[in-house]
């Protein structure tokens, strides 16, 4: 049929070649979309760097609000080294809590780079602590669990003298009169039954427990008052290879930290806190 053999269009074929370039086409556009959303989602979030030991590296970092709408910190860098304390100080809204979020690896809206131990060798106390449904063993061991193979677990002899150590030492004996036994395998509603003070101060005795690289503090001393926390802040300060962060408004938190970071907007201050006199002063206060 001549017609069939002259005209092509009639069985379709450039249409159907018309429509597999148009394919490719939309293919390569969707690939290099793709290339351009991944090359803004690397621009646009904190990377983290693990390294085992003791040592908090911030390089270059910007850190935004989740949507991205609003600068809380530009171009910080500061480095965190074995046994060195570090306050975190500002107004309500500066981003202190997000910045100590970033460095846990918790808050990733932002650019630049977080040198940090592995989450095993990093400790993060809230203000508010999550009470586990469990036995006091198992408040005390958290985020471990008993029988845990990860690492050598505190014996119960230990976890007593922990629980002496952050003046929660009537707990154990109490329990042990209702319940038996050294009181350890004891089971409450830990949130009710313990007040928020005596929370942050169980908090402490889990990060003796878990004998952490590094601790990071969000206002974990908050609901103490100054003794205590002094108390809870010399049992940090005895560890000495210990790196601790802390976020807190109170003056006397000077004094168990050898620098501090003052964030103001989206700029910073860093200086060293080296004065043993003007730290006295300030606990006196």
């Excluded at 809204?93 to 932002?110: C, N």
């Amino acid at each position: 049929d001549p017609w069939n053999r002259q005209d092509p269009f009639r069985h379709g074929a450039p249409h159907r070649t018309f429509l597999r370039e148009e394919e490719e086409e939309e293919g390569r556009e969707v690939k290099a979309g793709e290339k351009a959303a991944e090359r803004k989602e690397e621009e646009s979030s904190i990377k983290s760097v693990i390294v085992p030991g003791e040592v908090v590296r911030i390089k270059d970092l910007t850190l935004k609000t989740p949507d991205n709408s609003r600068v809380l910190i530009e171009n910080l860098n500061i480095e965190v080294q074995k046994g060195q304390h570090l306050l975190i100080v500002g107004n309500s809204g500066a981003g202190k809590s997000s910045l100590l979020r970033a460095i846990a690896g918790l808050w990733t809206a932002g650019k630049g780079e977080i040198t940090r131990p592995p989450p095993g060798e990093t400790f993060f106390l809230p203000q508010r602590p999550y009470c586990t449904l469990g036995s006091l063993r198992e408040q005390l061991l958290y985020p471990q669990r008993p029988g845990s193979a990860d690492k050598k677990l505190p014996s119960d002899d230990e976890l007593l003298q922990i629980l002496q150590k952050v003046k929660l030492q009537d707990l154990a004996p109490r329990l042990s009169a209702q319940d038996g036994g050294n009181g350890l395998d004891s089971v409450r509603d830990w949130s009710s039954m313990l007040s928020l003070g005596e929370q942050q101060r169980l908090a402490f005795g889990r990060l003796l427990a878990n004998s952490p690289r590094v601790a990071i503090l969000d206002e974990a001393s908050s609901a103490l008052d100054l003794m205590s926390e002094k108390s809870m802040y010399e049992l940090l300060e005895n560890l000495p290879h210990l790196t601790y962060i802390s976020v807190g408004h109170r003056p006397s938190l000077l004094h168990y930290h050898d620098m501090k970071l003052k964030l103001k907007g989206d700029k910073f201050e860093i200086e060293k806190i080296a004065d043993t006199s003007e730290k006295q002063q300030i606990v006196a206060l």
